[in-house]
DNA sequence: GTCTATAACGAGATAGAC
DNA sequence: GTCTATCTCGTTATAGAC
């Protein structure tokens, strides 16, 4: 049985290590705050959260294509420019770095949901989600993938988040959309239905990202392909749900 | 760097063995008439195939959830009942059961395309292709993931048959949508993405299982729920293209 | 904080008896 | 064809010097 997982992030029970929970690259950078938690200041601190941003960068980028199982820390150090025993000094162990790096994710994947406001033109608010999502497919590839990737083999961590946040911010935009048809400003639609597919297919085009290419030559790299694809998915979309 | 493959099958380059391409459990068993290679007959070829089928149909189910790298041929072996010695006198090695599991997945997986016909009213083509592709995520959920997983891991195997035969595919399928376009029978829309969308909508609710599950509290194994969640897709996309 | 061993283990694959 | 025993290697993680 690969991979059972108990704490969610060892950092409270270890007495070594006090790191400040981190981004990923140069996503995610909510909550600036903690860098005071790092235990040597000035000069120092810098270059430690960027010894570890590298590594949880590097590992976002294993993590994503081969899985975790398909990873090696040394892979994983080397990519980061850092000795595995150096790794090891900043993450207890490969689960832990594994679950460090998903915590940044959700907060990546979740972003462009919360912008579903109800005061909004339903119309606009699709087209910009769809536009957003496209963005972060776009931008950010891997952190789409390795939440796929992770979704695929049961979540056995993001499981509770996806009962907590998600699932709250969800019901909330699932209300939002089911006023805009009782308003008659959209079509009839059930609402959960419509985010899965609007999810699934702005994702599509990072996850599949082989698959699109090999059918169209094409990667969302290419500006034009880019506005190609939000123009393509939004009609769809819009006319499905009655405007537009 | 994790699971480099060049050859397609070992089959042809192996003395010892000389068993037929054989097939997931109970999908794709097409081209029946190589049961006839099998060295023992009568009697014999039956629990052979038997044997093989357990273990593809197990590896299978393991592989799609914890990948290649996050599987033990051990495991493999227990779960289709037989030992991890006997599992490797059927196959050579565990990157050609892997490979061999894949094999019958593509066909699997692109059987409800060649339904689509330009003979055929749109609608109805459109709505009976969604309605197939989420009965393969209804009941093959296994091949559905292990698609996925292989895709977004770059596909070093299926690559090959993405470039051939469903670029191939695509191509003549496009040019039935484009016509449709063309006729007015449709309104305008890229064929291409048009296929993305329909693929990435009635996927995820096999590989997104999980969140589909942690947040409606259903699975597709629920008539009901399949109901709904076939109307609810080919209402919006029917709607998109124009038709209905 | 960073490095060089090295311990400890799991897993893939083979040898060879039956 | 099937089994037990074993070889071998990659990998995680630790110990301990600097």
Redesign the pocket.
Known sequence: MPFSMQPACQFDHMDKHQFPRSAVGDLASQSPGNELHV??RKKKAAP?AD?RSAVLQAALGLFSRYGLHGT???QVAARAG?????L??YF????ELYVCVLRDLLGVWLAPLRAFSAEQDPQRVIADYIRSKLEVSRDNPDASRLFCLEIIQGAPLLRDELDRELHELVIEKSAVIQAWVDAGRLAPVDPTHLLFMLWATTQHYADFAVQVQALTGQTLANPAFFERTVASVQTVVLRGVGVR
Chains 1, 2 share one sequence.
Not at 82 to 86: D, G, I, L, P, Y
Not at 92 to 95: M, Q, V
């Open positions: 235990v040597t430690v010894k090696s820390v040394d850092v000795s595995k025993s150096n090891l000094y207890a162990n490969k689960e």
